[in-house]
């Protein structure tokens, strides 16, 4: 592996590990400050639209803001975030995050079913096994709550929002489809959002500006990392993200996921490398 790859294998995990750094202060804020997830939802996109604004230097191509597509993009990428936020109220991060990971699946059938996509009998068995493991963790019908429910919609806005990025992947730099989701994530999360601002407090206004940064930046690092390495080298540590999140989960709120949810983040991580590996 040359130095190039290291450096983005490096910048994947520092990505990984922000994302979730960022849903961990949007859990605190919900549940010890009173905010709203909407709140935090609309708070992070905001954020994350002025960190972009500034990095693209105020180039902006306008022509995106009235294609009905983006438009469908974004309220997708925003629902999702709204939807996960809502599971971190009452949710362990690493459970959360497991049940979330039933969106590259949910990708999955709809890019062979909506872009024509081709795939291979090992993929699909694969991809199965790598539901069996969402579902150890999310339990339907045996203890399922309704935070997992969240955390699972959220896994299904993610999943079609990968799909209508693939779709639209040609149609402008991936910064400025980056600065469109922010955008109009924001515009379309401050009605709910700012009815729920909570009271201001330092402490708020520190964890609002941890969780916008941490997963704008995460998402940008992400984005540097795929210009610099082929995909198939670094799609195998998405998966980082779920490791991460089971870390965070126990430094920050003391939690460890029970012997079966961590057993289908096992299998989630392991079906994933496989996938990818199958795909190489």
């Known amino acids: 592996m040359d130095r190039t790859t290291l450096g983005s294998v490096a910048l994947m995990f520092v990505a990984m590990s922000l994302i979730p750094l960022g849903d961990s202060a949007g859990k605190i804020l919900t549940t010890q400050y009173g905010a709203t997830p909407l709140f935090v939802a609309f708070a992070r996109f905001a954020v994350g639209a002025a960190m972009v604004a500034l990095i693209l230097g105020g180039r902006v191509e306008w022509r995106l803001y009235a294609d009905w597509r983006v438009w469908l993009r974004a309220a997708l990428i925003a629902g999702g975030i709204a939807s996960i936020l809502t599971a971190l109220r009452t949710e362990q991060i690493a459970t959360v995050f497991g049940a979330f990971f039933v969106g590259p699946i949910f990708s999955y059938v709809l890019s062979v079913w909506l872009l024509g996509e081709r795939v291979s009998r090992r993929q699909s068995v694969l991809l199965a096994i790598g539901f069996c493991g969402v579902l150890l963790v999310v339990r339907p019908g045996f203890g399922m709550t309704p935070g997992l429910g969240f955390a699972v919609l959220a896994?299904?806005?993610?999943?079609?929002?990968?799909?209508?990025?693939?779709?639209?992947?040609?149609?402008?730099?991936?910064?400025?489809?980056?600065?469109?989701?922010?955008?109009?994530?924001?515009?379309?999360?401050?009605?709910?959002?700012?009815?729920?601002?909570?009271?201001?407090?330092?402490?708020?206004?520190?964890?609002?500006?941890?969780?916008?940064?941490?997963?704008?930046?995460?998402?940008?690092?992400?984005?540097?990392?795929?210009?610099?390495?082929?995909?198939?080298?670094?799609?195998?540590?998405?998966?980082?993200?779920?490791?991460?999140?089971?870390?965070?989960?126990?430094?920050?709120?003391?939690?460890?996921?029970?012997?079966?949810?961590?057993?289908?983040?096992?299998?989630?991580?392991?079906?994933?490398?496989?996938?990818?590996?199958?795909?190489?």
């Open 155 to 280: 896994g299904l806005c993610y999943g079609a929002f990968l799909t209508a990025s693939r779709w639209l992947s040609g149609i402008a730099a991936p910064r400025q489809l980056m600065l469109t989701q922010t955008v109009l994530g924001t515009a379309l999360l401050a009605p709910p959002g700012l009815l729920s601002v909570p009271e201001f407090s330092w402490p708020v206004a520190g964890l609002v500006l941890w969780s916008g940064i941490a997963s704008a930046s995460g998402n940008l690092l992400l984005v540097v990392a795929y210009r610099r390495a082929n995909a198939t080298v670094l799609a195998p540590f998405v998966y980082f993200q779920l490791i991460s999140a089971t870390a965070l989960g126990w430094l920050i709120f003391g939690t460890w996921p029970d012997p079966l949810a961590l057993a289908g983040l096992a299998v989630l991580v392991a079906a994933g490398f496989a996938t990818l590996a199958v795909r190489r």
